[in-house]
């Protein structure tokens, strides 16, 4: 298995411009989740899916942030306008949901976001 | 106080030794726990995953949890080279991955 795919690797922006990121989850995977990482706040989840609808959306810093999943296989975080905080690294991670059972999630490689 | 508190490091050992990672959390309601191993420049990966109280060994690597402290523990017998990277706890009150909070990472360093 690929394991989850996302792109690009590395991104520098100007301040103002939109960033679009983007995450392949594993196959049969049915969860999909986004996390930011800076040194300072650690791993913050910011939205995740089940089944492509959106469950909880309240780690979202703000309005500039959105995120959508077409399909079982694609989903997309978009930062409008971006702003020099939100340089950090974006990672997505999937999972299969069981039931009631909580799930293992595996991680993407991560995209590196600079916001000049 | 934070949800999730953990040593942030950095921790250096000689190989071979026992190394001991820790986490403390506030939030009674969790009953999932997980220790993730994240290498310089890549995503984070599970290591070990418990429910509830108790034990769990895998290899060299053993997970502790005492719900009763609020309190789970890693260790990490005849420590390797290999084994260096950041080491984040995280835990959850399950119900589909609401409420998934990481701990902010140990980094560890094994000296050959």
């Known amino acids: 298995d690929a394991g989850v795919i996302q792109s690009p690797r590395h991104e520098v922006t100007e301040m103002g411009q939109e960033v679009t990121l983007r995450c392949k989850p594993i196959s049969g995977h049915n969860s999909l989740f986004w996390y930011r990482q800076t040194m300072m706040r650690g791993l913050e989840l910011l939205i995740y899916?089940?089944?492509?609808?959106?469950?909880?959306d309240s780690g979202m810093p703000e309005d500039r942030f959105s995120a959508k999943m077409p399909n079982a296989s694609f989903s997309t975080l978009k930062i409008q306008p971006s702003e020099p905080r939100d340089s950090a690294v974006y990672f997505c991670?999937?999972?299969?949901?069981?039931?009631?059972?909580?799930?293992?999630?595996?991680f993407g490689p991560g995209t590196r976001l600079l916001v000049l | 106080q934070k949800e999730v508190e953990q040593d942030p490091g950095p921790l250096s050992v000689p190989e071979g030794a026992i190394v001991s990672l820790n986490c403390t959390y506030s939030?009674?309601?969790?009953?999932?726990f997980m220790w993730y191993r994240q290498y310089s420049r890549k995503g984070p990966e599970l290591l070990m995953y418990t429910y509830s109280s108790g034990n769990k060994e895998d290899g060299r690597f053993t997970a502790q949890v005492d719900k009763s402290s609020k309190y789970i523990s890693l260790f990490i017998r005849d420590s390797q080279p290999s084994d260096s990277a950041t080491y984040l706890c995280a835990m959850s009150a399950g119900n589909y991955g609401q409420n998934f909070v990481f701990g902010p990472g140990t980094r560890l360093s094994v000296l050959p």
């Open positions: 991670a999937s999972s299969l949901r069981k039931g009631l059972n909580q799930e293992t999630q595996y």
């Open positions: 939030n009674s309601a969790f009953q999932y």
């Open positions: 899916f089940n089944n492509n609808v959106p469950i909880d």
